[in-house]
């Protein structure tokens, strides 16, 4: 009796659980490359299997449509794909070439829309020509093991990087190889001809299923921003007009506040999106110590100044390419020029207010609100003085540039000193007009 219960159970019942199983919606994520291959497309890239992942997506898909781009970038991306452990599916809607191939050929299937591409994999510098054999042989292998892990013709996929690469009755040599899509079909490099990701999911025989179309979130949103070289360009004049204004009016806080938020602003969003390497980070930070050192420490403005000077611009328009330790093979002309355009107007515009505007900035009922003008009186409760007043009205010369702050000598003495954003260069004529603090006062004698 109880034998013949249970074949009705598997006679009927249980094709039932079967039925619900696939009538289950599929949740289907939907990324789009559709631009360079670059590390804002390696980031996104990232993201996007990350909430996969996280949100449990069934399937993702990838639309397609680039020319290629940066070969690292694209490692990185196809070695996410490759290690992700649900299927992928990429569907070309006009172009796959260079790293889009690469990028395409990881996924678990790939399929076409009717005119599209894939192929022509040969690595190009910046300014368009073939890179050296280096980077050929590099992107030949990747493209050879990531057709074998997806079993696909490894001798296909090095073919669309080497033109001295023949593959009988497929390509000839002197030609890379460019399939179009009656041609991936054919040869294994694409799985159907299909117009839609509708389509897809339907020849995969899902019929219950959600979209949902990746997109980046507000922060991501806010980091593209801080990325644009105009943007880039406002906050490096806001780094040095900080630090220019903090040493014109030293303790009042404010500009160097302002310099270290922009810093941060400059900096973290290129951190994050890969462009911007340690070894970058810590060279502008050794030019504004060298500076340092030139204005506090060694009298005069000589090699430690122009070296810190030119460690620290250089380095700002390192930290916006994505070059591999001053290797820039594979860095477009077009951003090599916007950025270093954005650093040097930045520069010339600071010079600029330094020159016109520096005094009447510091002059504004504005600047005034959030400068501190009270005198720190001694019988207020506040720190004595450290030079005594009768210094006031004496003579010396300086002993140090003042650019404004520096060192005079009053007879045979050292003393801290700093002009009222006025430049007194080295052994010049001074006269104390007042001992604030730590320092005195000094003007032209």
């Known amino acids: 009796m109880n034998s013949n219960i249970f074949k009705v159970f598997i006679l009927f019942i249980f094709p039932l659980f079967n039925i619900n199983a696939e009538n289950e919606e599929k949740k ?3 990324g789009k490359i559709d631009d360079n291959i670059d590390p804002r497309t390696n980031r996104y890239s990232k993201l996007l299997l990350e909430e996969a992942s996280k949100s449990e997506y069934d399937i993702v898909v990838i639309e397609m ?14 070695t996410r794909i490759l290690d992700f452990n649900k299927p992928i599916y990429v569907w070309i809607n006009k172009d796959a070439a260079s790293a889009g191939a690469l990028i395409s ?3 678990d299937s790939i399929y076409m829309s009717s005119g599209a591409s894939i192929g022509a994999a040969t690595v190009v510098t910046g300014d368009g020509a073939q890179a050296p054999d280096k980077y050929q042989s590099y992107m030949r292998s990747i493209m050879r093991s990531t057709a074998e892990a997806k079993g696909r013709d490894p001798k296909i996929a090095e073919a669309m990087v080497d033109e001295d690469i023949s593959v009988d009755s497929v390509s000839m040599e002197g ?11 054919k040869y294994g490099f694409c799985d159907a001809e299909l117009n839609s990701v509708d389509e897809i999911l339907v020849r995969q ?11 980046l979130g507000s922060a991501e949103g806010i980091i593209s921003f801080f990325l644009n070289p105009i943007v880039s360009s406002v906050l490096i004049l806001l780094i040095l007009g900080g630090l220019y204004f903090e040493f014109q009016t030293p303790g009042i806080g404010f500009p160097i506040m302002a310099s270290v938020t922009a810093l941060i602003l400059y900096l973290v969003p290129y951190y994050l999106n890969g462009v911007a390497e340690n070894w970058e980070i810590v060279l502008f930070f ?4 060298l500076i340092a050192i030139e204005v506090f420490i060694i009298p005069g403005f000589g090699v430690f100044g122009l070296f810190g000077l030119f460690t620290s611009i250089g380095s700002l328009i390192l930290i916006m390419l994505n070059n591999d330790f001053f290797d820039f093979t594979f860095v477009l002309s077009k951003d090599l020029v916007s950025s270093s355009l954005s650093v040097l107007i930045s520069v010339f515009s600071f010079l600029l207010l330094v020159i016109f505007g520096g005094v009447k900035i510091t002059d504004t009922k504005a600047f005034k609100k959030i400068a501190l003008e009270e005198t720190q009186e001694s019988s207020k409760g506040f720190i004595s ?6 210094l006031i009205g004496m003579k010396g010369k300086s002993f140090s540039v003042l650019r404004p702050s520096g060192k005079i000598l009053i007879n045979e003495k050292i003393y801290d ?3 009222n954003g006025e430049f007194i260069e080295k052994n010049k004529k001074v006269e104390v007009i007042s001992n604030e603090g730590s320092s005195l006062k000094v003007k032209k004698s």
């Open 28 to 30: 289907i994520l939907l």
């Open 65 to 78: 449509d680039t020319y290629g781009g940066a070969v690292n970038d694209a490692d990185d991306i196809r």
């Open 105 to 107: 050929i990881a996924c």
């Open 175 to 185: 030609k890379v190889i460019t399939f179009s899509t009656k041609e991936a079909i």
């Open 205 to 215: 025989g899902i019929e219950n299923y959600d979209i949902v179309e990746f997109e």
């Open 286 to 289: 050794v030019g504004i110590t």
């Open 385 to 390: 003085k450290k030079y005594s007043d009768e």
């Open 417 to 419: 000193a700093f002009t």
